[in-house]
C-alpha cells in the first residue's frame, strides 16, 4: 500500500529510528522463511523467555500455543485494529529489532521483510509462516461468481503499483490444514532460536495441531451435507477455506477490505444474490459492514459474521476468544447460511 511504502521509507530515514535501534548489528535476516534465515539463532540466557514478535493475529496466537511458557509473545497489530490498514510505528521496529524470533504470515504484511532488513539483528530467527504452502491466486473484488471474462475487467480497473502485492491470497490461516502446516514451521522456528526447548516445542505443537485437525474434521461433518454451495462476504477472505471444503465465497470486496467495489459491481452482487436467493450477507467485526448492509437491504436478506480472523476485536479478547472458537462461531454461521 503507497501509505505504507511512504511511511516507512521516510521512518528509515528519521533520526529516531536510528536511536531505537542503536546497538543492533547491520546484517538482517533478510525476510526469508526460517529455513533460509541463514543463522543459528541464539538462545535465550537461562530463565529468560524466548522473546517473538508477531504481526497478525493467527501468527501471534498459533506462536503462543507452540511456545507456551518459555515464550514472551508481543503481537505487534494491537487488539481492535484491522491489518490491511496497520503501520508499524518506531516502537514496533524496536521491538522487531530486539526479537529472537520474528514471526509473520508472509504476503498480507507488505511492511515485513523491509522492516526485518532495517530494524536488522544477525541472531534472530524469521518465520515467513506460509512459506513453501500452495498459495492460492488473489481473484478480482469477486464480482465475476464463475464467469472469467470479469477478471480482466477488474485487472483493468485496479492495476496500479500494487497489483503484485495482492497477486497472491495471503488468507491462509483460515484453512485449518494449512494452519497447521504454519504452526509446524513456527515449532521449527522456535527450536532453532531454543534448541534447549526443542522436545516441548515439539509436544506443544503436537497438541494444538491435534485440535486444529478435529476442527478440520468438524467442518468437513457439518458442511458436507449442505443444501447450497455458495457464500456472500464482505471482502474475498475465504477462498482457503472455500476450496478445502468445496464451497464457493463470493465477496463484495477484494482481498483487501480497503478495495471498494464500484457501483456497477455493486449491482452485480445484488442480482447474484436475488437469482440465487442468498439469505445471509456476511460480514467481519473490524471493517465497516456498510457494504453487507447495503447488499441486505436491496436484497431483504440478513447478515451475520464470518470472521477472517485477522485480529480480534477488545470484547473478544476480554471474553478470552480464540482462533479455534471463532473458527467454530464461524463454521455455525456457514452452516446456518447454508442451510437456511
Known sequence: ???????????????????????????GSGGAANEAAGNDGAAPEA???????????PMA??????????????????TGVEPH?????????????????????????????QAIGSAANPNRVVV???????????????HHHGEEEHADEHADEHADEHADE??????????????????????????????????????N??????????LNQQFVSELKGSKRKDFV????????????????????????????????????VIEFVREHQVKTIFFETLVDSKLADTIAAETKAGTDVLNPLEGLTKEQADAGEDYISIMKSNLKALVDALNG
Open 233 to 268: 462476504t464482505s471482502h474475498a477472505a475465504f477462498a482457503y477455506l472455500a476450496e478445502r471444503y468445496g464451497l464457493k465465497q463470493v465477496p463484495i470486496s477484494g482481498l483487501s477490505p480497503e478495495q471498494e467495489p464500484s457501483p456497477e459491481q455493486m449491482a452485480q
Open 128 to 142: 515467513e509462516a506460509s512459506h513453501g504452502l500452495a498459495e492460492l491466486e488473489g481473484i478480482d473484488d469477486g
Open 61 to 78: 496466537e498459533f506462536a503462543r500455543q507452540v511456545g507456551g511458557a518459555h515464550v514472551d509473545v508481543v503481537p505487534l497489530v494491537p
Open 205 to 214: 505443537a503436537d497438541a494444538y495441531i491435534a485440535k486444529l485437525e478435529e
Open 166 to 203: 495482492h497477486a497472491k491470497d495471503p488468507h491462509v490461516w483460515l484453512d485449518p490444514v494449512l494452519a497447521q502446516q504454519e504452526v509446524r514451521a513456527i515449532q521449527k522456528g522456535l527450536e532453532q532460536a531454543d534448541p534447549e526447548h526443542k522436545e516441548d516445542y515439539a509436544k
Open 85 to 113: 490498514d496497520w503501520e508499524p510505528s518506531a516502537k514496533d521496529m524496536a521491538a522487531i529489532s530486539d526479537a529472537d524470533v520474528f514471526v509473520y504470515n508472509g504476503i498480507v504484511e507488505s511492511w515485513a521483510e
Open 1 to 27: 500500500m503507497a501509505s505504507q511504502r511512504k511511511w516507512i521509507s521516510g521512518l528509515l530515514l528519521s533520526g529516531g529510528l536510528a536511536l531505537a535501534l542503536s546497538g543492533c548489528g547491520s546484517s
Open 47 to 57: 530463565g529468560a523467555k524466548l522473546k517473538v514478535a508477531a504481526t497478525i493475529y
